[in-house]
């Protein structure tokens, strides 16, 4: 029997610098995995940097059976965004195929809080529903490769 089976539970590691867009996230991703039959642990780091080290360790306890990082990025005045949005990107990449990890990727990057409040809405882009999904996608990919 595969992990798939075993476990229904995935980890919602959620940044929390934007407190108000990562509670909307989460609640889309909850929606979607009780939807689809899983629970969720609501795992919170400070900021979006600190979710690729949060999440191996997560994946490596091996109590879930896939996981989603949700937080948001805003551009400000200098360069740090860029830096910030590739390194989470390339790390959280790196443990999907290197970890062969099941994930959602839900982590805005954006050009103004008006933008991250319409794409973590439930009620609009609901990214965090569109993350667990992609999570729960790829663990019927592994569930059927086996």
């Not at 899983?38 to 949060?54: D, H, L």
């Amino acid at each position: 029997m595969s992990k798939f089976k075993k476990i229904k539970n995935i980890a919602l590691i959620e940044a929390r610098f934007y407190s108000d867009i990562a509670d909307e996230l989460v609640i889309g991703a909850e929606n979607v995995a009780r939807d689809n039959g899983f629970s969720t642990s609501r795992i919170e780091v400070p900021g979006v940097f600190e979710i690729p080290a949060a999440l191996n360790r997560m994946w490596n306890s091996g109590s879930y059976s896939g996981v989603v990082a949700l937080g948001c990025v805003i551009r400000g005045e200098t360069d740090h965004y860029d830096h910030i949005c590739r390194e989470v990107s390339r790390a959280l990449m790196d443990l999907s195929v290197n970890q062969g990890v099941p994930m959602g990727f839900g982590v805005l990057t954006c050009e103004n809080y008006e933008q991250a409040k319409v794409r973590a809405s439930v009620k609009e882009r609901d990214i965090g529903g569109r993350a667990a999904l992609a999570c729960i996608d790829m663990l019927k990919i592994i569930e059927n490769s086996q």
